[in-house]
C-alpha cells in the first residue's frame, strides 16, 4: 500500500501559476495528476513514468508541467491558468510497470489515490 498526500493548492487570479506538490511514501512505477470539477467526471491532467517519460492532456500542454524527483515526490506547475482549470487535483500512482510508449491518463491504470487538493482559478 502506497499512501499519497498532495499539497499545493489554492486560489489564483486568471493567468496566474501555483505548483502542485505530491509525496508518496513508497515506491512506484508511474505517477499522474488528475482533476475532478464539480459535475464532470474525473480527468488525466499529466503523467510521468520511471523512466521520465511524460504524458499530457491536451487542455494542458504547453501550460502544465509534470516532474517527479528520486524520494518520490511528484509535482505539478501550472502557468497561465484559466477559469476552466478549477478542480479538485488528485494525485495517483501505480504499482505496475507500463509498457506503451507513454504513461497512461486512464483512472483505472492507477492503483493508489491520494485525497486531493482544490485548485480555485477566478477573477
Known amino acids: 500500500q502506497v499512501q499519497l498526500l498532495e499539497s499545493g493548492g489554492g486560489s489564483v487570479q486568471p493567468g496566474g501559476s501555483l505548483r502542485l506538490s505530491c509525496v508518496a511514501d513508497?515506491?512506484?512505477?508511474?505517477m499522474a495528476w488528475f482533476r475532478q470539477a464539480p459535475g464532470k467526471e474525473r480527468e488525466g491532467v499529466a503523467a510521468?513514468?520511471?523512466?521520465?517519460?511524460t504524458n499530457y492532456a491536451d487542455s494542458v500542454k504547453g501550460r502544465f508541467t509534470i516532474a517527479k524527483d528520486n524520494a518520490e515526490n511528484l509535482y505539478l506547475q501550472m502557468n497561465s491558468l484559466k477559469p476552466e482549470d478549477t478542480a479538485m487535483y488528485y494525485c495517483?500512482?501505480?504499482?505496475?510497470?507500463?509498457?506503451?510508449?507513454?504513461?497512461?491518463?486512464?483512472?483505472?491504470?492507477?492503483?493508489?489515490w491520494g485525497q486531493g487538493t482544490q485548485v480555485t482559478v477566478s477573477s
Open positions: 495517483a500512482a501505480r504499482s505496475l510497470a507500463w509498457a506503451p510508449p507513454f504513461p497512461p491518463l486512464s483512472t483505472d491504470r492507477y492503483h493508489y
Open positions: 510521468i513514468d520511471s523512466d521520465g517519460r
Open positions: 513508497g515506491y512506484t512505477y508511474v
